[in-house]
């Protein structure tokens, strides 16, 4: 009787080396070596399951770019405040710092979306269903009665998406700007004028 094959499980493996290795060295430089050392087996072993280093990192990206979509929309979906709905969006979309694995396995990969059209449209979707999602938010909250929108959803969720990348750059650097607590007031303050909801004034929830 054949043998099961391991496929599924050795790329899940080596998919967890890579995000280990981007972690501790970063993307720039990384090379094939490095990941294949931490699974503990050849570069051609490796080369067996992804052709090539941009395709292995790109299946980090979209891994990671999936999970982050998917846990900040099951957060919203879960809060039927439209006031803590947005606010907890923006808590939930900044990284606490650089041991935030998750924020910058996708802010070190960005780097391959300035040269790699593959890596672009991950981006792209990336900041798109994070668009909607903040747009589902506005348009509930102003359907409502319980905001006051001083420009359209679109525009007001697309600030709010580009204000939060820039921010949580700024946090992930070795020597961040400020810390995580004032990006979110940052962000909480846009938000309120937006919306004309004193959202920073709202007790953040139990266990937050």
Not at 82 to 89: N, S
Not at 108 to 126: N, S, V
Not at 138 to 151: C, E, K, N, Q, S
């Amino acid at each position: 009787m054949p043998r099961p094959s391991r496929a599924a499980e050795r790329r899940a493996e080596l998919l967890a080396a890579a995000r280990e290795a981007i972690l501790e060295r970063g993307v720039i430089g990384l090379r094939l070596r490095d990941i294949a050392d931490r699974a503990d087996i050849s570069t051609g072993s490796l080369l067996y399951y992804f052709p090539n280093l941009t395709e292995l990192l790109y299946e980090v990206q979209r891994a990671a770019v999936e999970r982050f979509c998917s846990n900040r929309e099951a957060a919203a979906a879960a809060e039927p405040d439209p006031r803590r709905r947005l606010a907890g969006l923006i808590r939930a979309g900044l990284p606490a710092g650089r041991e935030d694995e998750l924020c910058f396995l996708i802010y070190e990969l960005g780097a391959y979306a300035r040269t790699d059209p593959a890596y672009a449209a991950q981006h792209i979707q990336l900041y798109e269903r994070q668009v909607a999602l903040y747009s589902a938010v506005l348009a509930a909250g102003a359907a409502g009665g319980v905001f006051t929108l001083t420009r359209d959803t679109t525009t007001i969720a697309r600030t709010l998406v580009a204000l939060e990348d820039g921010l949580g750059l700024h946090l992930t650097q070795a020597v961040p700007t400020f810390t995580a607590p004032v990006a979110e007031q940052l962000l909480l303050a846009y938000a309120t004028d937006s919306t004309g909801c004193a959202l920073g004034a709202l007790p953040q929830p139990e266990g937050a």
